[in-house]
T-cell receptor, first 110, second 114 residues
Framework: DSGVTQTPKHLITATGQRVTLRCSPRSGDLSVYWYQQSLDQGLQFLIQYYNGEERAKGNILERFSAQQFPDLHSELNLSSLELGDSALYFC?????????FGSGTRLTVV | AQSVTQPDIHITVSEGASLELRCNYSYGATPYLFWYVQSPGQGLQLLLKYFSGDTLVQGIKGFEAEFKRSQSSFNLRKPSVHWSDAAEYFCAGYSGGGADGLTFGKGTHLIIQP
């Protein structure tokens, strides 16, 4: 157990729908990162939050958004889903440059 | 642009043989560098990391990596592989400063032959 918790582990949904992925960071870590892993794009950084504030953006689509709550858990919202959004979505938390990843949420869009 | 390159998509090694997985980076300054391993259907597990100092870094599971500034490389090594080492290996870099995500290489798929 890495200490980073992601739910759900698997999600199957239809095109056009909206889903929310949840991440709880390791105790004491203030930074949360979201990554997408797909066969064609590999592992891509989406967005970072630090203590509730957006800190950095990577290759995140406008249909995707995230937030970090006062208890430091984070949610990644994916809307108007397309078949190409099917991927493994990872959350990581960080303290002093070390990154710890959760086990991921596998999203399948049908 | 910052980048991390893993030149080998697949590597096949016999059990008990030594292993070296290649990683090259392109950053303006010395980046923080990481090696992660991913087993099928699993998350990413950190093997080792380099921030500064000693260029030979020891990690978990008997892995080590050597940072070579002159070659812009951070290759992962293991003296004797086990069948359980079969997995996908990712090299990643981070420029520092606190406001950035990791840049990953495309990964190297390690196959262990009996």
């Amino acid at each position: 157990d890495s200490g980073v918790t992601q739910t759900p582990k698997h999600l199957i949904t239809a095109t056009g729908q909206r889903v929310t992925l949840r991440c709880s960071p390791r105790s004491g870590d203030l930074s949360v990162y979201w990554y997408q892993q797909s066969l064609d794009q590999g592992l891509q950084f989406l967005i970072q939050y630090y203590n509730g504030e957006e800190r950095a953006k990577g290759n995140i689509l406008e249909r995707f958004s995230a937030q970090q709550f006062p208890d430091l858990h984070s949610e990644l919202n994916l809307s108007s889903l397309e078949l190409g959004d099917s991927a493994l979505y990872f959350c990581a938390s960080s303290a002093q440059g070390g990154y710890t990843f959760g086990s991921g949420t596998r999203l399948t869009v049908v | 642009a910052q980048s991390v390159t893993q030149p080998d998509i697949h590597i096949t090694v016999s059990e008990g043989a030594s292993l070296e997985l290649r990683c090259n980076y392109s950053y303006g300054a010395t980046p923080y560098l990481f090696w992660y391993v991913q087993s099928p259907g699993q998350g990413l597990q950190l093997l080792l990391k380099y921030f500064s100092g000693d260029t030979l870094v020891q990690g978990i599971k008997g892995f080590e990596a050597e940072f070579k500034r002159s070659q812009s490389s951070f290759n992962l090594r293991k003296p004797s592989v086990h069948w359980s080492d079969a997995a996908e290996y990712f090299c990643a870099g981070y420029s520092g400063g606190g406001a950035d995500g990791l840049t990953f290489g495309k990964g190297t798929h390690l196959i262990i032959q009996p």
